[in-house]
């Protein structure tokens, strides 16, 4: 199993691809969105980020309202894929990485020394 996840610098604008294999997607399991993670797994050391959004492997997005990891059926209201005002029923996955996870988007918080280059958004 393997993790998709899009690190976004907010100082340039630009957004780095990497795909993480399944020997350190373990370091993932039970971080939740909103919370903020060293990114030396990802060979990007000094580098703080937060976990801003995910999807599930379905292409559900995650909540930051719903606890746990699986997909639920709620009721909402305008906002998060609903445009109108009626509710509406639809599938959310929760705010908890876990193994249905297929990616994740980080913001970086903290700058590390090494300055992040294009060789960054390889696959590693």
């Known amino acids: ?9 907010s100082k340039t604008g630009k957004s780095f691809n990497k795909t993480l294999e399944s ?5 993932l399991f039970g971080k939740k969105l ?3 993670i060293d990114l ?7 580098y703080l980020g937060m976990i801003t959004g995910g999807s599930y492997m379905t292409g559900m997005p ?3 309202d719903l606890d746990g990891s699986g997909l639920r059926k709620v009721l909402i209201g305008k906002g998060l ?3 109108t005002e009626i509710r509406r029923r639809k599938s959310l996955a929760g705010n908890t990485v876990g193994q ?3 990616q994740i988007n980080i913001k970086i918080t903290k ?3 090494k300055a992040l280059e294009p060789s960054a958004s390889s696959n590693g």
């Not at 020997?23 to 370091?27: A, H, P, T």
């Open 1 to 9: 199993m393997e993790i998709k996840i899009v690190i976004n610098d």
């Open 23 to 27: 020997d350190k997607v373990d370091q």
């Open 34 to 36: 909103g919370e903020e």
């Open 40 to 46: 030396s797994f990802l060979g990007m050391d000094g």
């Open 62 to 64: 995650m909540s930051k």
């Open 81 to 83: 894929g609903n445009k």
């Open 100 to 102: 249905f996870t297929s």
């Open 111 to 113: 700058y590390g020394e």
